[in-house]
């Protein structure tokens, strides 16, 4: 099964930028729809990019035109680059990996394998 390990994660002020990454190990994430998740402090988990196996992408709305999801299967790696963020933004964020039906898929439930979280802290 894939191990998945993040990085990238710090503090921030509004308005700045971070890039995260999660980098795959024992499986190749070539056959995996890669996800990014995040957790704020008394708030439930909110899936919030997706990447398929085609390329094909999702985001909520609130990061869209702020954070772009790429992969690269040949490192084995999938990226979160994040802009213009806000305190909104601050949380645990993960990467995750599955097999969701009918394209990137943004809910939790699709999603097999969990990295063990980075947090991004954005400051006003």
């Known amino acids: 099964q894939v191990q998945l390990v993040e990085s990238g994660g710090g503090s921030v002020q509004a308005g700045g930028s971070l890039r995260l990454s999660c980098a795959a190990k024992?499986?190749?994430?070539?056959?995996?729809?890669m996800g990014w998740f995040r957790q704020a402090p008394g708030k439930e988990s909110e899936g919030v990019a997706a990447?398929?196996?085609?390329?094909?992408?999702n985001y909520r709305d609130s990061v869209k035109g702020r954070f772009t999801i790429t992969r690269d299967n040949a490192k084995n790696t999938v990226v979160l680059q994040m802009r213009s963020l806000t305190t909104e933004d601050t949380a645990m964020y993960y990467c995750?990996?599955?097999?969701?039906?009918?394209?990137?898929?943004?809910?939790?439930?699709?999603?097999?394998?969990w990295g063990q979280g980075t947090q991004v802290t954005v400051s006003s």
């Open positions: 990447i398929d196996t085609d390329g094909s992408t």
């Open positions: 995750a990996a599955g097999a969701p039906p009918y394209g990137a898929r943004l809910q939790s439930r699709f999603y097999n394998y």
């Open positions: 024992r499986d190749t994430i070539a056959t995996y729809c």
